[in-house]
């Protein structure tokens, strides 16, 4: 199968290319595009230095936008597996593999990168783990399965799943919305292990008083998609 990995960087000069060094030592399988969500600092430079394959968007356009540009880009290009995979170094490629084989064994769809299954690394701040479990348990009341790290970027999908994703991708904070999505349209998901590194160069596009808003606008969400089905 052709497998690529989709790494959606917004000013991410100091993290880029650590992040592909990794990839090509550790998943050297995987072929990779950076979605540069309109950088305002020298990533868009760094990735031309040094010759990585990239995607120039012209403006800034989001999570959402920027992923679901890396599935469009999956698609067109004949890929059958796609990873999310953050540019700020937070991931790990030596679990891309873990990843595949969990997908190939279960038949899964989507196969997510969990922090929370045995709790090592990096767990995130308190109140964003607060966050976590409040939209876990939600998901899991409106759809009978749980997913201990529902806001995890680390995400494999398959090609039936990378189509929808080109169809249809949420816009703010997508990570539950499209979990509780593929849960709506029978999509297999499942979780493995990982450990996480703290985010060592620039900063978090939420903070607490962001993190607030996003529980209470995914929580909604994840509601009104529930009801699709009806």
């Known amino acids: 199968m052709k497998k690529i990995v989709i790494i959606p960087a917004y000013n991410e000069q100091n993290n880029i290319i650590n992040v592909i060094n990794d990839l090509k030592t550790n998943a050297s399988g995987f072929d990779y595009v950076i979605i540069n969500d309109g950088s305002t600092d020298d990533t868009i430079s760094l990735c031309a230095e040094n010759r990585l394959n990239v995607v120039n968007l012209p403006v800034n356009l989001g999570i959402g936008a920027c992923v679901q540009t890396g599935y469009i880009y999956a698609l067109e290009n004949g890929y059958t597996v796609a990873v999310q995979f953050d540019g700020d170094g937070q991931h790990e490629a030596k679990y891309l593999e873990k990843m595949y084989d969990e997908m190939i064994k279960t038949g899964s769809d989507m196969v997510i990168g969990s922090r929370y299954l045995v709790k090592n690394g990096f767990q995130s701040t308190a109140l964003r783990r607060i966050g976590i479990r409040i939209l876990s348990k939600l998901i899991k009341l409106l759809h009978k399965q749980e997913i201990k790290d529902v806001t995890s970027g680390l995400r494999m999908v398959n090609k039936e799943l990378m189509t929808a994703f080109g169809e249809y991708y949420p816009y703010d904070y997508p990570e539950p919305e499209t979990i509780a999505f593929c849960m709506r349209k029978n999509f297999k998901i499942t979780e493995v292990p990982v450990t996480m ?34």
């Open 197 to 230: 590194r703290p985010r060592v160069e620039g900063n978090s596009s939420i903070d607490r008083i962001q993190s607030i808003y996003y529980m209470l606008k995914v929580g909604f969400s994840i509601i009104i998609d529930y009801f699709k089905r009806l």
